[in-house]
T-cell receptor, first 118, second 109 residues
Framework: GAVVSQHPSWVICKSGTSVKIECRSL??????MFWYRQFPKQSLMLMAT?????????EQGVEKDKFLINHASLTLSTLTVTSAHPEDSSFYIC??????????????FGPGTRLLVL | QQPVQSPQAVILREGEDAVINCSSS?????VHWYRQKHGEAPVFLMI?????EQKGHEKISASFNEKKQQSSLYLTASQLSYSGTYFC??????????FGEGTQLTVNP
């Protein structure tokens, strides 16, 4: 299967700081990447869809000024959590869609980033 | 709309079988199954396309009944390594994946 990397794998920061998370597709070009947030024992909550060369599409209730997404190339998308607060602490996972075309397309997940805001 | 998974949790002894179901109220284009181990990201297992197909890999297989808008994941002779949370993701034509709440599977020795 396709490989997606994510960095950092975990980060601890002080309240009010900004944190940048990188997501890379290593062996394929991903025009579309997705950012999820997951709380313990819960499902994957889609935050936004990141499209290469255009603005991200945010899900209802997700603040776009709080969670900045940039998809600058076909292999890299970044999520920046601005002015992080303790309630932003969570497991953030990116996913990239492998462009096989049509029904065969699926998504591969990065290893996730655990964010703890103190 | 989020697919519905059942059961929410299942506990097995090593060697036992399990079935996890995933159903949707909307017509589906494809169903994608993932397994997530504690503290890790989901790992892709398989994709099923409309047409009533079945797939399998070793002792894990799945079926997709598009008329019933339902997919089932079959785990045969379960191993300890099968423990984790299983998510189904459903996709309508041209849209993104929507994930169910997950089924927590525990395999004990």
């Amino acid at each position: 299967g396709a490989v997606v990397s994510q960095h950092p794998s975990w980060v601890i920061c002080k309240s009010g700081t900004s944190v940048k998370i990188e997501c890379r597709s290593l062996d394929f070009q991903a025009t579309t990447m997705f950012w999820y947030r997951q709380f313990p024992k819960q499902s994957l909550m889609l935050m936004a869809t990141s499209n290469e060369g255009s603005k991200a599409t945010y899900e209802q209730g997700v603040e776009k000024d709080k969670f900045l997404i940039n998809h600058a190339s076909l292999t890299l998308s970044t999520l920046t959590v601005t002015s992080a607060h303790p309630e932003d602490s969570s497991f953030y996972i990116c996913s990239a869609r492998e462009p096989m075309g049509g029904a065969q397309e699926t998504q591969y997940f990065g290893p996730g980033t655990r964010l703890l805001v103190l | 709309q989020q697919p519905v998974q059942s059961p929410q949790a299942v506990i097995l002894r090593e060697g036992e079988d399990a079935v996890i179901n995933c159903s949707s109220s909307k017509a589906l284009y494809s169903v994608h199954w993932y397994r997530q181990k504690h503290g890790e990201a989901p790992v892709f297992l398989m994709i099923l396309l409309k047409g009533g197909e079945q797939k399998g890999h070793e002792k894990i297989s799945a079926s997709f009944n598009e008329k019933k808008q339902q997919s089932s994941l079959y785990l045969t002779a379960s191993q300890l390594s099968y423990s984790g949370t299983y998510f189904c993701g459903t996709r309508k034509s041209g849209s993104r994946l929507t994930f169910g709440e997950g089924t927590q599977l525990t395999v004990n020795p």
